[in-house]
């Protein structure tokens, strides 16, 4: 149990475009979902945290109008970044809280690698 | 600002036996929890362990086990009778008791020797 996807695992884009990854909980409902960034060889570091059916909340230095969140859904998270650049390259990762877990522990997504020419 | 120290980047054992890898933190808080969450090469974060602050016994999960020092603001991983599989790198995390905030430290790559 427990299951959170990322869709896609991969993705390549031209700098300017912008490119959605999703955050899906499988088996269970989470009222909350993070987003975190990766660098190689470095910790995650917390963008934002994201709650159904309100806005997500930034973490300092993360730029709100570029890493745009979405938690339509109970079992649904996107990211969408914006006008990306290059400096943008990083590996993604989502997670996910489930609403009746009584730990209140998070399960982590797979990630998405995301490389910006 | 909590902030959680992983002093040692890379640690080696040989398969079957046991190490330690070492975590300490800085809270004021007194209710809190910790994790031990694992990344493979495949980049998938497991939850390999947890431990609420106000308990005192140690957490332990199979060949995982904490050693949990409060006062000392400590809490490091044993693996025992280590496998191939163990090898990867080893988060340990904080959490606030009132917020769904971890609180990565940097990270130690475990090499696991057959």
């Known amino acids: 149990g427990a299951v959170v996807s990322q869709h896609p695992s991969w993705v390549i884009c031209k700098s300017g475009t912008s490119v959605k990854i999703e955050c899906r909980s499988l088996?269970?409902?989470?009222?909350?979902m993070f987003w975190y960034r990766q660098f190689p060889k470095q910790s995650l570091m917390l963008m934002a945290t994201s709650n159904e059916g309100s806005k997500a909340t930034y973490e300092q230095g993360v730029e709100k109008d570029k890493f745009l969140i979405n938690h339509a859904s109970l079992t649904l998270s996107t990211l969408t970044v914006t006008s990306a650049h290059p400096e943008d390259s990083s590996f993604y990762i989502c997670?996910?809280?489930?609403?009746?877990?009584?730990?209140?522990?998070?399960?982590f997504g797979p990630g998405t690698r995301l490389t910006v020419l | 600002a909590q902030t959680v120290t992983q002093s040692q980047p890379e640690m080696s054992v040989q398969e079957a036996e046991t190490v330690t890898l070492s975590c300490t933190y800085d809270t004021s808080e007194s209710d809190y929890y910790l994790f031990w969450y694992k990344q493979p090469p495949s980049r998938q974060m497991i939850l390999v362990i947890r431990?609420?602050?106000?308990?005192?016994q140690n957490a332990t999960e199979n060949r995982f086990s904490v050693n949990f020092q409060k006062a000392a603001k400590s809490f490091s991983l044993k693996i025992s009778d280590s496998q191939l599989g163990d090898a990867a790198m080893y988060f340990c995390?904080?959490?606030?008791?009132?917020?769904?905030?971890?609180?990565f430290g940097t990270g130690t790559r475990l090499q696991v020797f057959p």
């Open positions: 995390a904080y959490r606030p008791y009132n917020t769904d905030k971890l609180i």
């Open positions: 997670s996910a809280m489930s609403v009746r877990d009584s730990k209140d522990t998070q399960y």
């Open positions: 088996d269970f409902q989470a009222t909350t």
């Open positions: 431990q609420e602050a106000y308990k005192q």
